[in-house]
């Protein structure tokens, strides 16, 4: 019998080679199915897992082709790819028990970052040879640790299958920008769910530890906002251009000056701005990456209102335009008692500690809240939970690594809080039930 935490150690190396951004994960999730075929699961992936058009922010086709072609070439699994291309990289599996019973499911989210992985000698994926083999790609967040720990479950379960009821697996592409859970929500995947968990890894907690719900998840919406300018000789006809890179210079200022709001957690953010193409020509054109968060919906609609509005005005002041596309949208829930409950008690029979998570946790979002929203306006229950990992680099950082010895621990608390799940059956008593979608 391997150890505990080896095929989730093994995994997640393999995929922190080969890190996989939002709709590229066509390696990931072929190998991913392949393995959990092999295992005995019902496997569904491609359009079967996602709402092909309620993804946002697709990547643009040659990006998409190039990512496919790649993970051809480097090991993606032959007999699954053909289901995801286009960016089609949800993947669900399903164990049923002999008997019926509730449903359990763990969502594990499998994308990566869009940075440059540190090579210094003392970053321990660097050292040990397991650092991104893909430039400007990288498991910056430790999904890889979720779908290593999603695979060494499904192994456990599939060599022990549950007396009754059903385990489902939803792996998720797609979750950096708050795009994926928002197609497989209504694919359909979590309609049967009486107990969903979605787990994450590190997030400012130490191994040997866990919170078995993190409440205070912001809501967030992701924007892409395109200037449109009028292109001129920067010398001899200045006044016949109309900047788009001054517009969006401009607007990056307005939208950090949108006012926070007292009593809730507000961010607004500019993380990336592309313009022009030389020095002697009025630039027509820039392209902005921002974002909104709040610990509340409708705040953080506001707040995405006036940067809006920040945008245009700042447009209209250098006589360009601006046109705005929703790239992501996540949005808040909050956890069941009954389903952290079930977290608790994996974590005392596993020998982990419960810890509640400070109030600086929950400045993060996680799309995981779609589907938990989905999974209780039907009757079920759902928590976000963290399982600690001493982090030697901040997430979403080019030093970010896990501590491995956490995911041996991390599948066995899973694999207890899905066994007494399915026993224990925590369904949500005053819940509409499944007849009131
Ligand atoms: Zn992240
Ligand atoms: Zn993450």
């Known amino acids: 019998m391997t150890p505990s935490g080896a095929t989730a150690r093994a995994w997640r190396r393999d995929l922190h080679r080969h890190p996989e951004v939002g709709f590229t994960e066509f390696r990931t999730a072929s190998l991913v199915a392949a393995r959990l075929a092999e295992l005995g699961w019902e496997v569904t992936a491609g359009h079967a897992a996602l709402d092909s058009a309620a993804r946002l922010g697709v990547p643009d086709d040659d990006v998409l082709a190039r990512a496919y072609d790649r993970a051809g070439a480097d090991g993606g699994d032959a007999r699954w790819l053909e289901a995801l291309r286009g960016g089609h990289t949800g993947v669900v599996a399903t164990l049923r028990g002999a008997a019926p019973g509730p449903t359990v499911a763990l969502r594990a989210d499998i994308d990566a970052l869009p940075i440059h992985e540190s090579n210094d000698p003392t970053h321990v994926p660097a050292r040990d040879g397991h650092r991104s083999r893909y430039d400007g790609a990288m498991h910056a967040c430790g999904h890889d640790g979720h779908v290593g720990m999603a695979v060494e479950l499904a192994e456990r379960l599939g060599a022990a299958p549950p007396p009754a009821g059903t385990v489902r697996l939803v792996f998720q592409p797609a979750e950096e920008g708050g795009r994926g859970a928002a197609a497989m929500v209504p694919a359909g995947v979590v309609d049967d769910v009486d107990v969903l968990l979605a787990a994450h890894l590190g997030i400012g907690l130490a191994s040997g530890t866990v919170a078995a719900s993190v409440d205070g998840l912001l809501a ?25 890179l001054l517009a969006a210079a401009a607007a990056v200022l307005a939208v950090h000056a949108v006012a926070p709001f007292p009593g809730h957690e507000t961010r607004t953010a500019v993380g990336a701005v592309h313009g022009g193409t030389s020095s002697n020509i009025v630039p027509d054109r820039a392209e902005m990456l921002l974002e909104t968060r709040a610990d509340d919906g409708e705040v953080n609609a506001e707040i995405e209102a006036r940067v809006r509005r920040a945008l245009e005005g700042a447009a209209a002041t250098y006589d360009a335009t601006v046109t705005v596309e929703r790239i992501g949208a996540v949005t808040t829930a909050r956890a069941d008692e009954a389903a952290a409950d079930v977290v608790r008690r994996a974590a005392a029979a596993t020998g982990l500690e419960v810890v509640v998570p400070t109030a600086e946790l929950g400045v993060a979002s996680d799309d995981a ?50 066994r007494a799940a399915l026993t224990g059956s925590p369904r949500r008593p005053a819940g509409p039930g499944r007849a009131a979608p």
Do not use: C
């Open 220 to 244: 967030n919406t992701k924007l892409r906002a395109t200037f449109h300018g009028r292109s001129a000789h920067a010398a001899m006809a200045p006044h016949e251009g109309r900047s788009a």
């Open 369 to 418: 809240t779609a589907l938990m929203r989905r999974v209780q306006t039907r009757g079920g229950v759902a928590t976000y939970l963290a399982i600690g990992s001493d982090l030697p680099g901040a997430h979403h950082t080019s030093t970010f690594d896990l501590d491995e010895a956490v995911l041996g621990p991390g599948v066995d608390l899973l694999e207890h809080a899905v």
